[in-house]
């Protein structure tokens, strides 16, 4: 039986979820693999749950890093310091890393993959993206064969809990916020989930691995669901969508679009179906065709599992393979990236209820080559009511030229919101 000694950094609650599962699964493991799983230290500022003492550490350099029989490090505290210094020192001693740190990966991934290169130790990081959805192997080992050419995910589960919750039970954005915050649910800072700031850094990850290039942060689009209200989903529903925090990322030749922000589909849709606080990612191959893949997104145990798959997976490679796209810190110097990329618009805009107003606002959207697929008007009689409208694919800067100068007429009270259409 071959021993794996571990140290475990960070038990919150994916640490937590670490430690139960090697207690849970060290005899299955052992059965199975030929692995026995040793955790040999684990270093927290605060602990979770009860360990015993002998397992507790001090100090990482001294505990750790220098301790030659540890072979895996599995870093879960998060952030970018001390997470990066801790990383690469565990690395440069040769040590496997484990790490679910999206924020760190996406942003300095080039400096990490370099430093495992270095000394040989492997660098993984299944957990990063989609909690418990086994995502990362899948585009890396599994979907080799094929030239990725579109995804479309949701993944962070905080924000489809959210529109989950605002759609089903009519519930305002404040609302919901404020009751999955009081649940635990939601962060007490929300920014990173509700801003699109953590869908952004997975999406990096993902399209990297996926169109083997660097999709550097700096290049995605990102928009959160804070503008989001309950007019703006009802009327999607009225129309036959479903509002989701979608990432995108296409490929075109060496042309890529990636933009992550809110987005009405067809409730036909595979990701219209993807309810709570469930991730998935629908993508298209051009040998597999269309693939999703589903599951929880965060939590103590989903994502222990794509941690401790990473550990096994690990302790099995005779040596490491390492991603092979450009490291630099820049885009690939080949590709290009997409900022006026075409989808349809869903628009509500609140207008004077008076005659030839629509054609007005029709004239202005044509006039940038912009075509109208639907026109909802529910309410007349009051002075300014809503109207929704629903373009065909046009160009993101024609619909923006639009909407500026619509909103510059006087016929428009104010271009209530945008919310792109994909299908
Ligand atoms: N905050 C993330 C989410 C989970 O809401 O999906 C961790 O990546």
Not at 100 to 111: F, T, Y
Not at 226 to 233: F, H, K, M, V, Y
Not at 338 to 345: D, I, L, T
Request: net charge negative; glycine share 8%; hydrophobic share 45%.
């Amino acid at each position: 039986m071959r021993e794996v000694n571990i140290a475990l950094i960070g038990l919150g609650t994916v640490g937590s979820g670490v430690y139960k599962t090697i207690c849970l699964q060290k005899q299955r493991v052992e059965h199975k693999e030929g692995i026995s799983l040793n955790l040999k230290k684990v270093l927290a500022l605060e602990y979770a749950i009860d360990i015993p003492d002998s397992l507790k550490a001090t100090d990482f350099y001294a505990d750790i890093v220098s301790d030659k029989s540890i072979d895996i490090v599995i870093e879960l505290i998060g952030g970018i310091s001390p997470a990066k210094e801790f990383i690469l020192a565990a690395l440069g001693a040769g040590k496997t890393v484990v790490t679910a740190n999206k924020d760190l990966l996406a942003q300095h991934w080039p400096e990490l993959n370099a430093a495992a290169k270095a000394s040989g130790a492997g660098l993984y990081f299944e957990a990063s993206v989609g909690g418990g959805i086994p995502i990362i192997r899948t585009i890396w080992e599994s979907l080799q064969a094929n030239e990725i050419t579109s995804m479309m995910g949701i993944i962070n589960g905080t924000t489809n809990y959210i529109l989950t919750k605002m759609a089903e039970e009519k519930l305002s954005y404040e609302e919901v916020l404020a009751q999955a915050q009081a649940q635990g649910l939601a962060e007490a800072n929300p920014k990173s989930d509700v801003e699109g700031y953590d869908a952004m850094y997975k999406l990096s990850i993902l399209s990297s691995l996926a169109f083997h290039a660097r999709v550097p942060v700096e290049y995605i689009y990102r928009e959160g669901i804070t503008g989001i209200t309950l007019e703006d989903i009802k009327y999607g529903q009225e129309l036959g969508y479903t509002l989701k925090l979608l990432a995108i990322s296409k490929r075109e030749g060496n042309t890529v679009q990636a933009r992550v922000h809110p987005t009405m589909i067809p409730n036909t849709h595979p990701l219209a179906s993807i309810r709570g606080a469930f991730n998935a990612i629908y993508l298209h191959g051009n040998i597999v065709d269309d693939i999703m893949l589903y599951g929880r997104g965060a939590g103590d145990m989903p994502t222990a599992s794509a941690v401790m798959s990473d550990v096994i997976y690990a302790a099995n490679q005779a040596s490491h393979k390492y991603t092979t796209f450009y490291n630099e810190k820049d885009a690939s110097s080949e590709m290009t990236f997409e900022k006026n990329w075409e989808s349809a618009f869903f628009l509500r805009l609140i207008v004077l209820d008076a005659p030839n107003v629509l054609a007005k606002i029709a004239g202005i959207f044509g006039s940038h080559g912009v075509s109208l697929a639907s026109v909802m008007q529910k309410e007349h009689g009051s002075e300014s009511v809503p109207l929704v409208l629903i373009t065909h694919k046009a160009k993101e800067l024609s619909v923006k030229q639009a909407l500026g100068e619509l909103s510059k007429i006087k016929e428009v009270t104010s271009v209530a919101n945008a919310i792109r259409v994909e299908s």
